[in-house]
């Protein structure tokens, strides 16, 4: 069971931090949600799609990682994540953001997991200095919560763009594996280049305007990873 409380000097002076990736800490996963300023970096690496949420109908973009719900092709065997870059989501490890009341305003402020395995006593990187200040370790969780902080402020806008313009369209795969396998696979969402291309001047104007027309090329260019992904399935099942 999850345990987080606000991060303090006073009560956490002595815990560390160590950065890991595996199963044990959820990253066994076809796919990890990203926020839009996430895209124009990880469009090099990963195919960005859309889900929708099955409750609530919400498109969510995500990173693809596998072709079944528990299978992350990017995580090898030492548990090492293999791309440059590593989505917001898996970065921020075992903590989250979070409103505390101080005083008269409310401040944004960082919750630690204290049953996260990753998370010890008298361990280096440690959390703080000696002098009670954040060590480089706990600036850089900082940075990655508040990024994704901002990052989430224009998810719905952006969703809301996209689709006013209709650009998202299904994509179902049907992958050949080198062994003779076939999967059929249905990936999502992404942004239909033709629709994109072919809007009209009003269009690309208020997109360009609002920041959301590069994000749309970043999810049409990102398609063309998935054969990335084919060709690393088809080295694990040789």
């Known amino acids: 069971m999850k345990n987080f409380q606000p991060l303090n000097v006073e009560q956490h002076k002595n815990l560390g ?3 890991k990736y595996g199963s044990s800490y959820g990253h066994q996963v076809g796919a990890v949600m990203i926020l839009p300023n996430e895209f124009a970096k990880a469009q090099r690496e990963y195919p960005i799609l859309f889900r929708k949420d099955s409750e609530t109908g919400r498109f969510l973009p995500v990173v693809l990682l596998g072709f079944e719900e528990h299978e992350n092709l990017l995580l090898d065997e030492n548990s090492n994540w293999s791309t440059r870059y590593i989505p917001l989501a898996v970065k921020q490890g075992p903590f989250i953001i979070g409103l505390q009341q101080q005083e008269t305003e409310q401040r944004l402020v960082v919750y630690v997991d204290l ?7 008298n361990v280096t990187p440690a959390l703080f200095k000696d002098d009670g200040t954040s060590s480089t370790t706990l600036n850089d969780v900082r940075d990655v919560l508040l990024a994704r902080h901002k990052g989430s402020e224009l998810l719905e806008p952006m969703i809301e763009a996209f689709l006013k313009y209709d650009l998202l369209e299904r994509v179902r795969l049907e992958i050949d594996l080198g062994h003779g396998t076939t999967i059929k ?13 072919a809007l009209e001047n009003d269009a690309v104007v208020e997109l360009h305007r609002s920041g959301f027309l590069s994000l ?3 999810v049409a260019d ?3 990873n998935i054969q990335r992904l084919i060709d690393i399935k088809n080295a694990k099942t040789k």
């Open 216 to 218: 749309a090329y970043n």
């Open 115 to 121: 049953n996260d395995s990753r998370i010890q006593p």
């Open 185 to 197: 696979f249905d990936a999502g969402y992404t942004v239909h280049i033709e629709k994109l291309t």
């Open 17 to 19: 931090y160590t950065e």
């Open 222 to 224: 990102s398609v063309n």
